[in-house]
């Protein structure tokens, strides 16, 4: 089993930043994709920012030139920096990886508990 688990978030003034970890763990697996999602009272969970093995990226309209995602793979670890935060982007955010196990073959797929993320004044 792999499991993943966040860290970073917290209570933040709109135009400020925070950087937001995500640490997967677990024996002999192989991680494809790493994403990162949020929840927003009253809405559905959207997609944020994703990033492949080979370190390519997309990002949701809503964050793109405001947040950046980035891994190392070596700690199977994913950042998501976010800068200029608003008050849109409170939400709960997940931390979602996908892959493979290297005994079994086995595909995975992995969620984070989440991890709040408030902006306001």
């Known amino acids: 089993q792999v499991q993943l688990v966040e860290s970073g978030g917290g209570l933040v003034q709109p135009g400020g930043s925070l950087r937001l970890s995500c640490a997967a763990s677990g024996s002999m697996f192989i991680v494809n994709v790493m994403d990162w999602y949020r929840q927003a009272p009253g809405k559905e969970r959207e997609l944020v920012a994703h990033?492949?093995?080979?370190?390519?990226?997309n990002y949701a309209d809503s964050v793109k030139g405001r947040f950046t995602i980035s891994g190392d793979s070596d700690k199977k670890t994913v950042y998501l920096q976010m800068n200029s935060l608003k008050p849109e982007d409170t939400a709960v955010y997940y931390c979602h990886a996908a892959g493979g196990m290297l005994i079994s073959g086995n595909s995975f797929d992995a969620w984070g508990q989440g991890i709040p993320v408030s902006v306001s004044s």
């Open positions: 990033i492949t093995s080979t370190g390519r990226t």
